[in-house]
């Protein structure tokens, strides 16, 4: 941006890091829901590590709120090994075994799973209530879920340093949405205590999970009103910035063929939460703010101190912001299920694609490290498939 001077940047080099890129003052990860699929942003975190990206804000929905209180929880030398905790607990019922290459047999294994997770539910995260909904006493948890996720509560208290949460260097915020009044709220930890409740809030998905009681109200899974928290990171921006967008449904996929392509496709529609319309409308206001700046900066003083042209003034300021996207492209084999598929199997090769869009990502990185080091704001998808 023309009126906003270049800033010192902070640097990474690390393992993944062809040489030093520059870094703006802060470094966000935003991170949207798609439960098994998550496994995808926990290998992106690893590469960013790798790369010495240090992260000073994780903001999560559902999936995406667990992999940033992990992260949040725990000092830098332990948030891998807390993602690989958490990631090898709930996939452990399903372990890996030798599969023959094969699109149609890989779906058959996909699919067989997912079912398994449905009936036995997940280790260290949710599990079968033994008294169906429809009997259960009207208003209560169990008849108002299929699923308890009571063991999810002892894992997250397991693996995630609450007060480091709430005191330490890195922001967490987590989205869900008030179940009478319909209103999407984010928890955050610059203005409120956060605990395990608010991330299982964020994750309570209807009508696998029941809804979350915090201070009186009731919470469901964010992801029913916006599935991807880049809103807020914008919103409350202070510095120049640098935010990794990691997508777990595409929102451009190609026309379903069959039953199980229009399933997926249903799913991915419904929780990219139109990511690429949202940023380009974000992008878009940013712009004409820029140039509302531009114009503001040839007025006369005598002008500039009139009281509507600082109230403009005012609107119009910010901080740049370059945002990357790193999308999930799903598998030809991986259907309508592949959010509650959790086999040891597929969350490897989840970790492994997120590893993979950052390493492609880093390879092109000289185009981010210029905009950063201009002040400009712009979007940029830098591992396309």
């Not at 449905?118 to 699923?147: D, E, H």
């Not at 984010?186 to 203005?191: I, K, P, R, V």
Request: with cysteine.
């Amino acid at each position: 941006m023309a009126d906003i001077e270049p800033q010192p940047a902070r640097t990474s080099m690390g393992r993944r890091s062809a040489r030093a890129m520059p870094l703006p003052e802060q470094v966000a990860l935003v991170l949207q829901g798609g439960g098994a699929l998550g496994s995808y942003q926990a290998g992106v975190f690893e590469a960013l590590s790798e790369a010495a990206v240090p992260i000073d804000w994780v903001a999560g929905i559902s999936i995406g709120a667990i992999n940033a209180a992990l992260i949040a929880g725990n000092p830098p030398e332990r948030r891998v090994a807390a993602l690989r905790t958490f990631w090898d607990t709930v996939t452990s019922a399903l372990p890996s075994f030798p599969l023959y290459p094969d699109d149609h047999l890989r779906e058959a294994v996909h699919e067989w799973s997912a079912g398994f997770v449905a009936m036995a539910g997940v280790p260290g995260f949710f599990g079968p209530r033994f008294v169906p909904p429809v009997l259960a006493t009207p208003g209560s948890c169990g008849a108002l879920s299929f699923y308890d996720p009571a063991p999810l509560a002892k894992t997250l208290d397991d693996l995630i340093d609450w007060d480091l949460v709430n005191d330490g260097p890195v922001r967490l915020s987590v989205g869900a949405v008030d179940i009478e009044s319909g209103n999407f709220r984010y928890f955050d930890s610059t203005t409120e205590r956060l605990d395990a409740r608010h991330v299982m809030a964020s994750g309570a998905l209807p009508p696998g999970l029941p809804p979350v009681e915090i201070d009186g109200r009731y919470w469901w899974d964010g992801g029913l009103v916006s599935n991807t928290p880049l809103q807020h990171v914008l919103d409350h921006q202070t510095d120049s910035l640098l935010v990794f967008q990691v997508d777990l449904f595409s929102a451009a996929a190609d026309r379903p063929r069959t039953i199980m392509d229009v399933m997926a496709r249903e799913k991915e529609i419904r929780f990219s939460s139109r990511t690429r319309q949202v940023t380009d409308e974000l992008i878009r206001l940013r712009k004409e703010r820029e140039l509302i700046r531009k114009v503001l900066a040839k007025l006369p003083a005598d002008l500039r101190a009139d009281g509507d042209v600082a109230a403009l003034t005012a609107l119009a300021k910010e901080q740049p912001v370059s945002l990357v996207h790193l999308i999930y492209r799903a598998n030809a084999w991986e259907g309508g299920s592949r959010d509650f598929e959790f086999s040891a199997r597929t969350m490897a090769e989840h970790w492994a694609a997120g590893q993979a869009a950052v390493d492609a990502t880093m390879a092109n990185a000289e185009i981010l490290a210029e905009n950063v080091l201009t002040g400009r704001t712009a979007a940029f998808d830098l591992n396309p498939r």
